[in-house]
């Protein structure tokens, strides 16, 4: 098996930043955000109303350049939810994951459809499942449930006697 | 006792069509040859939903073909089609929609609940709050076929089986694997 | 609504909608304004069902999720358990897990292809898509024990060693193949009635394809590097002599270009493997009830489709907390929008059949 160069290809790679130089970039920009090391990728906490600004300041900032958002999720820890945002730079490839607490009786956070276009379907699918009210979403409705449905399935305390048979 | 000893006629029930004693030889062959005309030209309506459609498609072409036993033609309207083959699970959201499909079909009209999910609910029987456990809530089946996904020759027995179940007269009894105890018609 | 549009339904019961997926095409005369697809026709709680299944056992299910590509799914999800618990997979199982999958790559290109052929309304290639994939699927059932849906991939491994026969079949199938794709180049490709429907339809841009977040041969199409085999290599893809395949038109027919030459990719792959496999254990040492340590975990495959990402968010049990799968097809499908205004309601049909969508893979 011929053992091949990969990075020759791919100049760009080399400009990937470590997470240093990102912690340092993303302190200038949003202060407030808690930083943790450790996991795969650097992790930032922000909190649920500064995230448009920063969204947007995370795509256009010249250093950064994150144009990919890959992966929302949003998560049920029984006190609170927490929405997860995988970011990447298709030029730079460096990652990064972004994190938000949310209120469980009351999930507001505002939509990034207008920075990352992906942002439009995966944030249906978390209002439909988790409750998750996003702001200025230009068109927050079920997607994959039914039209009627009831209740919000993915939630931990969630139950469905009629329809879930228990293991 | 024995089981065995156990069966005997079936018993009768309400609006069961008796056969006429003695003078049923005309309309004995002439269900005989309609039977036979039916169940060699069987056309399905194209419906899958997920994996087992995969394999529906591999039964269709050049390797197992069904189009030797009749099923020439796979028509995209229900208005043209005899049988249908549920080909993958079915969930809350697609319950009404098969339901209307099968109301647009022509009778004589004739289900294949093909796959585990279409069965019983499948893989996805436990801890599911979307799935239809068994496409027989819905709409009702002629012939249930076993796998995950069953193998094109299942699917061809399961035809063979619909096509024999067709030429006894079509009612909706059992048709036993090993052939001593045939629905008597 | 301006007075003139026509609003229809295609699907979900329709022939060329690859699965159950319904779209609401807004016209006007035979132009498209706008398209919305409704999904959730096949939605099988996935997610929610694999908080309940040990980590051995919610492998089964990813293959049904993307039932082309179901290898690589399950490739995707050994990997993350494997991340979780540091454990180092012998070379030989990386080798075969590396075979399987480029051999479901071309099962899944050869049906993407007998699919749009059969969508934009040439039957025959249909057929001979099918036979080639039979031949893959005699590989499959005799190795593995099922033709579609094989449950093969292990944390840890692959669930059993090759069967004696394996070598010789591969063999006999790239030997079968190489003249077949050339037949499929002569049919189709420069057909010149295929090229009228393809050319110039449904075009997207890069920066627009990496806003939609697609992946796989639809970026690709229109030039963006993404390629997971490259760019963060898993296995021993860093060892193998392949190019990734980029065309900057953008259209459908570029991501069909991708596709065909993707195939020729992979079939020199599994000839590069199939005379070098290493011997030893085809499955790593490995407890009988796994428990992953309390964190995230995020790993990625290439499957025929895109991007694979499975999440799992672990709180040290048995069984995950939360699993996230980001299917390729979710984010493919919001490009199709994009794609389709302006068009003729025809060219609706080689769009979807360019972006290779199966529908259980976006509804989970």
């Known amino acids: 098996m011929a053992l091949k160069d990969q990075n020759h290809n791919y100049p ?26 450790g996991g795969q990728w650097l992790v930032d906490n922000i909190s649920p109303g500064d995230w448009h600004p920063f969204a947007l300041r995370l795509r256009q900032t010249e250093q950064l350049s994150f144009d990919y958002l890959f992966c929302i999720s949003c998560v049920d820890w029984k006190t609170h939810l927490s929405m997860v945002y995988h ?56 997607l994959i449930l039914p039209d009627d449905w009831i209740g919000y399935p993915m939630r931990k305390d969630y139950e469905d006697p009629v329809n879930m048979i228990k293991l | 006792m024995d089981v065995m000893q156990n069966k005997g006629e079936p018993k009768p029930f309400p609006g069961q069509v008796h056969q006429t ?41 050049a390797k197992y073909d069904w189009s030797r036993f009749g099923f020439e033609v796979a028509r995209a309207t229900p208005r043209q ?3 249908i083959i549920i080909a993958g699970t079915i969930v809350n959201k697609m319950a009404p929609v098969l339901k209307r499909l099968f109301d647009q079909m022509a009778d004589p009209k004739y289900v294949i609940a093909m796959g585990a999910c279409a069965t019983s609910g499948g893989p996805f029987f436990y801890n ?32 063979i089986t619909l096509q024999e179940k067709i030429r006894m007269g079509g009612k909706r009894e059992r048709i036993e694997i090993d052939g001593t105890q045939r629905s008597k018609s | 609504m301006p007075a003139g549009d026509l609003v229809i339904n295609l699907g979900p019961q329709h022939p060329s909608t690859h699965g159950v997926l319904h779209l609401v095409v807004t016209l006007n005369g035979e132009t498209i304004r706008k398209v919305e697809p409704h999904l959730g026709y096949i939605h099988r709680s996935i997610e929610k069902m694999c908080e309940s299944l040990s980590y051995r056992q919610f492998i089964y299910v990813t293959s049904r999720m993307d039932y082309l590509s179901s290898h690589i799914n399950n490739h995707g999800c050994a990997l993350c358990v494997e991340k979780g618990l540091q454990i180092e997979v012998p070379a030989r199982a990386r080798v075969i897990r590396v075979l ?42 005799e190795n593995c024990g099922a033709r579609l849906t094989m449950n093969y991939m292990v944390p840890g491994g692959v669930m059993t060693d090759l069967h004696p026969n394996f070598h010789r079949r591969v063999h006999d199938f790239i030997r079968l193949f190489k003249s077949k794709i050339d037949e499929y180049d002569e049919l189709v490709t420069d057909n010149v009635i295929f090229k009228a429907r393809c050319q110039g339809i449904g075009y997207i841009s890069a920066e627009d394809a990496i806003s939609f977040g697609c992946s796989g041969p639809i970026a690709r199409g229109s030039g963006v590097i ?17 190019e990734e395949i ?84 979710y984010s493919n499908l919001n490009a199709l929008d994009h794609m389709a205004r302006g068009q003729k309601i025809g060219d609706l049909v080689s769009i979807m059949g360019s972006l290779d969508l199966v529908i259980p893979d976006i509804d989970r």
């Open chain 1, 87 to 142: 970011l990447s730079s298709t030029r730079d490839r460096h990652t990064l994951v972004i994190k938000s607490k949310l209120d469980r009786n009351n999930p507001v956070i505002d939509s990034v459809t207008d920075i990352w276009k992906t942002a439009d379907f995966h944030e249906r699918e978390a209002f439909e499942m988790f409750g998750v009210n996003f702001l200025n979403h230009p068109d927050l409705r079920k």
């Open chain 3, 226 to 242: 993404c390629d997971i085999r490259k760019l963060y290599p898993y296995e021993i893809y860093e060892k193998l002599n392949f």
């Open chain 1, 12 to 37: 760009h790679l080399r400009y990937q930043m470590l997470n240093d130089e990102l912690k340092i970039v993303l302190a200038e920009i949003y202060p407030a955000g808690i930083i943790e090391e």
């Open chain 2, 81 to 83: 089609a005899d049988v």
């Open chain 2, 21 to 61: 004693p003695g003078g049923g030889f005309l309309t004995g062959t002439l269900d005989e040859v309609i039977g036979w005309a039916r169940s060699n030209s069987l056309w399905p309506l194209v419906f899958g939903t997920s994996c087992c459609a995969i394999e529906m498609m591999s039964t269709a072409s």
């Open chain 3, 246 to 329: 980029r065309e900057p038109a953008g259209d459908a027919y570029a991501r069909y270009l991708v596709r065909m030459k993707e195939m020729r990719q992979s079939l020199s792959i599994i000839e590069q493997l199939i005379d070098n496999i290493p011997e030893g254990d085809f499955q790593a040492k490995t407890k009988a009830v796994l428990k992953l340590p309390k964190g995230e975990f995020y790993s990625r495959v290439e499957t025929a489709r895109g991007e694979f990402g499975v999440y799992i968010i672990s709180e040290g049990g048995t069984t995950p907390y939360r699993i996230k799968f980001r299917s390729p097809g």
């Open chain 2, 128 to 159: 599911t709050y979307s799935v239809v456990k068994g496409a027989d809530h819905v709409i009702p089946v002629d012939v249930y076929v076993a796998g995950c996904p069953p193998r094109p020759e299942a699917l061809l027995h399961a035809l």
């Open chain 3, 100 to 141: 399987m999958d480029e051999l479901t790559r071309i099962a899944s290109h050869v049906l993407w292809w007998g699919a749009l052929a059969m969508d934009v309304g040439a039957i025959t290639p249909f057929f001979h898509a099918f036979r080639e994939r039979e031949a893959i699927n005699d590989i499959m059932e």
